[in-house]
């Protein structure tokens, strides 16, 4: 038990354009989710708290104007980077809890902006 | 924010050898956790240290958990090749919604 899935697992995009990233719970309600980014060698990141049903929580430094956060059920949160640039190219990860502490992470996507 | 640090940041071993890693954390506590990742891929969580805690065990995993020195330690037992990953401490302030405060990782490269 206790799967998020997050689609797409790889992406290639062209400067300038948007992508959107889905993170879901298949067998359990996330009202929180967690958005985490990663660059090459480096550690997990933070970027946002998702929220069902109310704004995102970024982080410091974090642009929330560029990374759009929306979570409109209680099972799906989704990542929008807009106007991606080379430099937005990283590995976004989604981590949700279904309670007693376990937390369970999407099988990550890869984002590689040209 | 990241509050863990993890050393070594990479360690390289013979396999069979015993592999210790240590984390260290800044602020108190819920609980700590340990994760690996496979290169470019999602974490798997490995084991979950409670802050009441001090030791706990699973399969050739060791996990302590010193709260005084706000320090962790991961000792994986007798390594084997497919143990080759990195491996994060995470931590967890409070209990509730809260997200998951992940340290710098320690690259692992077991031997054959």
């Known amino acids: 038990g206790a799967v998020v899935s997050q689609h797409p697992s790889r992406v290639i995009c062209k400067s300038g354009t948007s992508v959107k990233i889905e993170c879901r719970s298949l067998d359990f309600q996330a009202t929180t989710m967690f958005w985490y980014r990663q660059f090459p060698k480096q550690s997990l990141m933070l970027m946002a708290t998702?929220?069902?049903?109310?704004?995102?929580?970024?982080e410091q430094g974090v642009e929330k104007d560029k990374f759009l956060i929306n979570h409109a059920s209680l099972t799906l949160s989704t990542l929008t980077v807009t106007s991606a640039h080379p430099e937005d190219s990283s590995f976004y990860i989604c981590s949700a809890t279904p309670g007693n502490y376990g937390y369970t992470f999407g099988s990550g996507t890869r984002l590689t902006v040209v | 924010s990241q509050q863990g640090e993890e050393d070594p940041q990479a360690l390289s071993i013979q396999e069979g050898e015993n592999a210790t890693m240590n984390c260290s954390y800044k602020t108190s506590i819920n609980n700590l956790q340990w994760y690996r990742q496979n290169s470019g891929r999602g974490l798997v969580h490995l084991i979950l240290?409670?802050?009441?805690?001090r030791e706990k065990h699973s399969g050739r995993l060791r996990v302590t958990l010193d709260t005084s020195k706000k320090s962790s330690s991961l000792l994986i037992t007798a390594s084997r090749a497919a143990d080759t990953a990195s491996y994060f401490c995470?931590?967890?302030?409070?209990?509730?919604?809260?997200?998951?405060?992940f340290g710098k990782g320690t690259r692992l490269s077991v031997i054959a």
């Open positions: 240290i409670r802050s009441n805690e």
């Open positions: 995470a931590t967890l302030r409070v209990s509730g919604n809260t997200p998951l405060v």
């Open positions: 998702s929220n069902e049903g109310s704004k995102a929580t970024y």
